[in-house]
């Protein structure tokens, strides 16, 4: 082999190991870091490192141990794909399985039979049984309110019901849908949703787009409920007050608009109302939401398709359009969220928790002045996707994993 035909090959090499390096470097964490002198909590490659944040600290927050010492509790092992968890005011939970079913699992561990009257429910993909909530009044009317995906003559949609938990708890009664989303699509995906209700008793409904290209655009649009969050009575009425009441062509129960798919919200100690949204590949959001603002979905979007191709027409900041608080690249998966408000836990008061499915964690975040300062990650070494977190009575937090055998967590100070 001739010296200058090994110079060449050493030379490719060096040029092949130099193009690799930039492109692992392009691909890391560094360039999105904060430049705080502080590791994230993330450190993994972001998806579209070229994207920059819009302001300090609005992805890779500082990593921020608490070093709280808890144990996990496993009340339940016998569920099914579990979407949501109540707490009930005497402790037991209220649990929703994305099959179509409801159970209670008492406090001390035993797992009910299926109750009675849940009406049918698209199964498939991320359709089924999706979110519960009980009654502000429910310690006297028993009521309690459930999303799910609703087979429809003419596809499917996200509708919300209402009904009575019947005395011994095995049925409901007076079963009501209060809210069919429209219009009717055939799919399995993007369904929403979370419900929370508010201190003056309105209930918000967020909901997805159907996740479909074609379907993108009724995110911006007033005549869809897609991409939305509505805000409806407890009978499904649109309340005079909503921000597009009596606008030409506006369905009467938006509240927000501009979102992808929103499986989380919680409402803060301030009667604030928080969503955390589905991104592509990046772009999970953290959204502070407001009476009728945009948030942009799909114009303003970080991340990029599943394929690796920028998302077609979408920007990371547009004038008009509301930034979000904070996002994730790559994706959380979030599902589930609750401010921590309990004694149980002094050091997580404040503390806004999230569910995490793909990274299968619970996402602990410190919020000041409405901005993350701190992020932690819990319970990855459990390896389950994370579905629902919520505070219970008892000011311990009970988690639910979405696997096809599913458990239900009880997280308690360590004794």
């Given at each position: ?92 939970l209220l649990v929703t399985e994305r099959p179509g079913r409801m159970r209670i699992v008492t406090a001390d561990g035993k797992t ?165 949204e589905h991104g592509t590949r990046g772009g999970d959001e953290l959204n ?128």
């Amino acid at each position: 082999m001739s010296s200058t035909y090994s110079r060449t090959l050493v030379l490719l090499a060096a040029a092949a190991a130099l193009a690799i390096g930039s492109y692992f470097v392009r691909g890391s964490a560094a360039d999105n870091a904060p430049a705080r002198g502080c590791k994230p909590a993330d450190t993994s490659w972001a998806n579209a490192p070229e994207q920059k944040p819009a302001f300090p600290g609005q992805t890779r927050a500082c990593e921020e141990k608490l070093n709280v010492a808890f144990d996990v509790v496993v009340l339940s092992r016998e569920l099914e794909h579990p979407w949501a968890v109540e707490p009930l005011p005497d402790g037991d939970l209220l649990v929703t399985e994305r099959p179509g079913r409801m159970r209670i699992v008492t406090a001390d561990g035993k797992t009910g039979a299926p109750i009675q009257g849940v009406p049918a429910v698209v199964a498939k993909g991320q359709g089924g049984l999706l979110d519960v909530a009980l009654s502000p009044g429910f310690a006297s009317d028993r009521t309690i309110f459930w999303s799910y995906s609703e087979p429809r003559e003419d596809g499917n949609g996200t509708s919300v019901a209402r009904a009575v938990l019947a005395q011994d708890r095995s049925r409901l009664e007076d079963v009501r849908v209060i809210l069919r989303t429209r219009p009717s699509y055939s799919n399995n995906l993007h369904f929403g949703s979370r419900l929370v209700f508010a201190a003056d008793g309105t209930l918000f409904v967020t909901l997805g787009e159907r996740s479909e290209k074609r379907m993108r655009p009724q995110a911006q649009e007033l005549g869809s409920h897609y991409g939305k969050i509505l805000r409806i009575t407890a009978d499904g009425a649109a309340p005079p007050d909503n921000p597009f009441v009596g606008q030409a062509g506006a369905l009467p129960e938006i509240w927000s608009l501009g979102h992808r798919n929103i499986q989380s919200a919680a409402i803060d100690s301030r009667g604030r109302l928080w969503e955390i949204e589905h991104g592509t590949r990046g772009g999970d959001e953290l959204n502070l939401v407001e009476k009728g603002k945009n948030y942009g979905w799909p114009l303003v979007a970080y991340g990029e398709e599943y394929v690796g191709f920028a998302i077609d027409g979408a920007e990371t900041d547009r004038p008009g359009y509301e930034r979000p608080v904070y996002y994730w690249d790559p994706v959380i998966a979030p599902s589930g969220a609750e401010f921590y408000s309990g004694d149980a836990f002094p050091q997580w008061r404040g503390s806004l928790f999230i569910g995490g499915l793909k990274t299968s964690r619970l996402v602990r975040l410190t919020l000041q002045n409405d901005r993350v300062t701190g992020e932690e990650y819990l319970l990855g070494e459990r390896r389950q996707r994370i579905r629902d977190v919520r505070q219970g009575g008892d000011g311990l937090l009970y988690v639910v994993t979405d696997e096809p055998e599913g458990q239900l967590w009880k997280l308690a100070p360590r004794s």
